[in-house]
């Protein structure tokens, strides 16, 4: 049947294939119900175009649970892609990414990928997208991406990437709508009743009208019953070859359908002469996946166990790597024998192509019919499970896998694996945010490692035992399982193992412990991880590097691993390394006073779903932190963000936020809240052996009069400042290159060191800091205080009267309203109801919060350069 009411898309696809001729190119996203016509539109798009350009065709598979990659192994398979099946099964996602990106920006003629089907995409081919999608402005190439948006909900695993991908420029968003009246009245043959029934009935839906009309009956009651009237007119032998074309989703080769069916040629032909089959390259196929699910349905489930099986025999025999497919047959032939054999080898070979999500799906279908497993083979599955969820950030699920695993492991009473299963445990109570529970799996773990003889088992069950303890900060334990980890790593000679146990040890120690030695120790991972072409490890290390130097405020290690691994996140579309990456940049600039450069950075890293934790919370906690040390409103809030993104989240990660909690009060006035504050995440912090989050929570503590001396193994510069060594606190400060802590030491000193923090605060931007300081010094009864910038008074955003400010200006000095009224020359109950007026325009609920509100809002300076409280 003639294409219809479609030349409005075909022609933007047109001017855009022109465009990305001229070098623009674009991805379009096409969408529309089932049977709207999206395949037809791009089918008929490619037989348009066919001459000027390479237009390459790639599916998606509704299997049980989708190939990964699938649409890009098509697209390989086509000689024009320049190049091979074998290259796009076996390469790295990346690599086949990037040798994507280079066939279409080199190609002498302009290529068009279209990928079909998205809604059924494995993890995998969405990354594709996301990846192409970032870049396909810059190259002379155009993407059409086919999905049904009716399926594509808002849990949808193509819901986020389709957000993502349509705000850029370079892509288009399309639909392909209904057909109207007139144009089902031309396909009726200019029957406008028998058009108005059909239009009425399918509500303009192409693959409905076309299967209506082409049946011959009025009006069937359903599609089901258009489809079945067309296959109602075949021979046995074309039947047969339609039922097991409907057990293969998509497509199915030509000489595969025929020796399952048992029929000649001559069968296929007839089901395609029909209209039932289309025959494209070697393959039948339905016209639509409507049809195929028709003829499925009505198949008997006898008939279609049959099909399955013989389905498998073949595959077995001609395609035994189609893991996914070989899966996909044996459940649906209800053979759980074979299925629970493939389903685990698919497993992994999707983590392998980065589709961890189908992984997770083909472990969790195999357990569910664990009754055709032996136990070992169970509990290494519920080992794998755990292992996929945890990259998937499925934290709880995980946990139940390994508990599973655990208990399996028991049973079976080999020590050497449930040792390496506890290991795993003790990760899953951590990650799931069960700190107080981790010790019983992992003390257990190591006591049984002792008694065992070295392995290379025994080595990773001492790595995950020394990550665990790193994670939570407890130094011994960690050093001495990554040590033994280490030495039996090198002995047994496995330097993949040596080079992460060495990151073990290496992060343990730049967190905890003697932080330049980690640094060459993390360098020297880094280094085997090239040598042996282990490119995980290189990648950890510098992760750990980056991150693990920023806590240990070493910054320029920090910053120059943190650029490396923001450059590869960026070059592998690793959105959670970037985000981490990105997150610790801004903290680290925070930390160096450079306010600006912080809040631009930790803006980058909003929460996402898909992009993990640790970025969001790191990010918004250095932005919640700069706004305190400037003053700037909502400084609260966004701290509060910070920790709601995972209340539960390791202590590293939420000390830093609450502490920017207490700074806030103590900033405010309100020291006797900090205890308050700080209770949530103290516990944690005395419980860990964290020299930096112990020194912080110390100095807080010690502001509030909660804490007299500092907690044993705080950070020396923290820990200074609270023995009341000022100058010693300031020293360390400045050499590590933090200026507001430096500041914040002389702040504690004598009338030079007060001046110099005074200037350092202002300099840096940090009003209410310096409000607090100058408001201090004049209670000591210092004069000639150093200026700090004119007042901008002027622009008011807060609409006060010039009393108002007036009034506003000795609240930043510190006055009482007795003082106030004394100075204006009012009764004191009108300096009261002056003071109500302000805190009611700067929206504060107490003096506080008005003074560093007003600051921040630079109404009036920081105080430093006003009169004394006194005269």
């Not at 890009?72 to 024009?80: E, F, G, M, Q, S």
């Not at 990346?94 to 089907?117: C, G, H, K, N, W």
């Not at 399996?408 to 109570?429: K, N, T, V, W």
């Not at 020194?695 to 923290?718: D, H, I, T």
């Amino acid at each position: 049947m003639p294409l219809l009411e479609r030349e409005g898309l075909l022609d933007e696809l047109g001017t855009r294939l022109r465009a990305a001729v001229g070098g623009r190119g674009s991805l379009v996203l096409l969408g529309a119900e089932a049977g709207a016509g999206k395949t037809a539109v791009v089918t008929e798009f490619g037989h348009r175009h066919g001459q000027r350009a390479h237009v390459l065709f790639g599916g998606c598979d509704p299997l049980t649970t989708p190939r990964p990659l699938s649409p890009l192994v098509d697209i390989a398979v086509d000689p024009r892609s320049h190049l091979s099946a074998t290259f796009a099964a076996s390469a790295e996602p990346y690599e086949l990414f990037t040798a994507i990106q280079r066939r279409m920006a080199d190609s002498d003629v302009p290529l068009v990928l279209v990928i079909e089907d998205v809604h059924w995409a494995d993890e995998g081919t969405l990354d594709f997208l996301r990846f192409i999608g970032r870049r396909i402005a810059g190259l002379p190439s155009l993407v059409v991406a086919t999905y049904r948006d009716d399926e594509v909900g808002p849990r949808h695993p193509a819901r986020p990437v389709i957000g993502e991908l349509t705000a850029r420029p370079s892509v288009r968003l399309l639909s392909v709508p209904p057909l109207s009246l007139e144009a089902v009245t031309e396909l009726a043959g200019g029957d406008a009743a028998r058009a108005a029934r059909v239009h009425r009935a399918t509500d303009g839906n192409a693959f409905y009208v076309t299967e209506v009309l082409a049946s011959g009956e009025e009006v069937p009651r359903t599609v089901r019953e258009a489809v079945l009237a067309r296959a109602a007119r075949l021979g046995d032998s074309a039947r047969r070859v339609v039922e097991v074309v409907a057990t293969a989703p998509r497509s199915l080769e030509l000489t595969v359908a025929l020796e399952v069916a048992q029929a000649e040629p001559s069968a296929a032909d007839e089901a395609v002469a029909a209209g039932v089959l289309l025959a494209e390259r070697g393959h039948l196929r339905f016209r639509h996946e409507l049809a195929r699910g028709a003829i499925e349905a009505v198949t008997p489930l006898g008939r279609q166990f049959a099909w399955h099986r013989a389905m498998v025999d073949l595959l077995q025999r001609s395609q035994p790597d189609d893991l996914a497919r070989l899966a996909h047959h044996a459940a649906r032939a209800h053979a759980w024998d074979l299925f629970v054999r493939f389903a685990p080898l698919a497993a992994r070979q999707a983590a392998e192509r980065g589709a961890h999500r189908e992984a997770a799906q083909f472990l969790r279908l195999a357990l569910e019919r664990e009754q055709h497993l032996d136990r070992p083979t169970a509990a290494a599955l519920w080992a794998e499970l755990a292992y996929e969820l945890h990259v998937l950030d499925l934290h709880a699920e995980a946990l139940t896998a390994s508990e599973r695993a655990v208990g399996l492991r028991r049973e079976l009473g080999d020590p050497e694996e449930l040792a390496l299963a506890l290991g795993q445990l003790g990760h899953a109570r951590f990650r799931a945010g069960l700190d107080d529970q981790v010790a019983g799996p992992i003390g257990e773990c190591l006591k049984l490692l002792r008694d065992l003889p070295d392995s290379l088992a025994k080595a990773r069950a001492y790595d995950q035992a020394a990550m665990v303890s790193m994670l939570q900060r407890h130094y011994r334990p960690a050093v001495a399982a990554a040590e033994a980890a280490l030495e039996m790593a090198r002995r047994l000679g496995d330097a993949r193992l040596e080079g992460r146990t060495m990151i073990m040890l290496g992060t343990t120690e730049i967190v905890m412990g003697d932080a330049r030695r980690a640094v060459g120790l993390l360098r020297e991972a880094h280094g085997i991880g090239e040598r042996v072409g282990a490119p995980d490890v290189s990648r950890l290390a510098t992760w750990m590097l980056g991150s693990g130097a920023g806590e240990a405020r070493l910054y320029d290690e920090a910053e120059e691993a943190l650029a490396a691994m923001v450059a590869s996140a960026s070059d592998t579309d690793d959105d959670s390394a970037l985000a981490y990456g990105v997150a610790w940049r801004a903290r680290v600039a925070f930390e160096r006073g450079a306010y600006d450069e912080a809040v631009r950075l930790a803006d980058r890293v909003p929460p996402r779903p898909g992009h993990g934790i640790i970025g969001p919370i790191t990010a918004l906690g250095a932005k919640g932190r700069t706004m305190v040390r400037r003053g700037e409103a909502g400084a609260e809030e966004v701290l509060r963000q910070a920790l709601a993104v995972s209340p539960r989240a390791a202590m590293q990660y939420l000390w830093s936020p609450y502490c920017g909690l207490a700074e806030l009060a103590w900033l405010e006035g309100r020291e006797a809240e900090i205890p308050e504050l700080l209770a949530p995440v103290m516990p944690q912090v005395t419980d860990a052996d964290s020299p930096w989050a112990r020194g912080e929570v110390s100095l807080w503590s010690w502001q509030a009069g909660a804490m007299a001396e500092p907690l044993p193994g705080s950070a020396e510069p923290f820990a200074a400042l609270v023995r009341g060594d000022w100058r010693r606190s300031a020293r360390l400060w400045g050499e590590i290159g933090c200026p507001y802590e430096r500041a914040f030491a002389l702040a504690h000193g004598d009338e030079d060191a007060m001046r110099e923090a005074l200037v350092e605060f202002r300099r840096l931007g940090a009003a209410p800091a310096a409000a607090r300081l100058a408001a201090r010094m004049r209670q000591l009864g210092l004069s000639h205080l150093p200026r700090g910038p004119r007042r901008v008074t002027r622009r008011n955003p807060a609409q006060l009267t010039p009393r108002q400010v007036e009034v506003l200006e000795l609240m930043v000095a510190g006055l009482t309203n007795a003082e106030i009224a004394q100075r204006l020359d009012i009764t004191e109950k009108t300096a009261e109801h002056h003071v109500s007026a302000v805190l009611a325009k700067l929206g504060a609920p107490n003096r506080a919060r008005a003074v560093a509100t007003a600051v921040g809002l630079g109404l009036v300076p920081g105080g430093e350069d006003l009169p004394p409280a006194s005269s």
